[in-house]
């Protein structure tokens, strides 16, 4: 049975491809969820002026994206958290932290998603000076400087 896909399908497809899947597959689990729709000429037709209208709306987006990595290049973010004597953080700065903090500076949605802390894994757990990678669309990325000081008290 052809579909056409409605949703994006992680290692399956993406909105609008035409997929030929079994029978079950589509009835049981793809129809029912509004994943998918049987494929027809028309249909087919319609698909096509979504992508076009689809690609449209990715190279704004994609320019829009661009602006925002040339924003978020200098951007510095400091936190302050409390510190072991060794410098070990007690509560960690998340992806979470980081992508709240972005979207204030900038002024867009940042979401925890866009953000990579490869050395680091979920979590900056150190005090010291860090870098974020922040994948803005498919193909823009940029790095972003975190400082992380220790927390005085008085």
Request: no cysteine.
């Amino acid at each position: 049975m052809k579909v056409i896909l409605l949703q994006n399908i992680r290692g399956f497809g993406q909105i609008g491809d035409v997929k030929n899947v079994s029978d079950g597959y589509a009835k049981n689990f793809l129809l029912p969820r509004n994943m998918a729709k049987p494929a027809s000429d028309g249909s087919i037709k319609e698909v096509e002026s979504l992508k076009k209208k689809l690609e449209m709306t990715l190279t704004i987006e994609k320019e829009r994206a661009v602006e925002l990595s040339q924003k978020l290049k200098d951007i510095l973010i400091e936190f302050a958290k409390k510190a072991s004597k060794t410098g070990k953080l007690f509560s960690s700065v998340t992806k979470n932290d980081i992508a709240n903090e972005l979207s204030k500076i900038i002024g867009a949605k940042i979401e925890k998603e866009m953000i990579g802390l490869e050395e680091h894994g979920e979590h900056i757990k150190q005090i010291g000076e860090h870098t974020a990678e922040v994948e803005l669309a498919q193909g823009v990325k940029t790095t972003v400087k975190i400082i992380v000081k220790e927390l005085k008290e008085e």
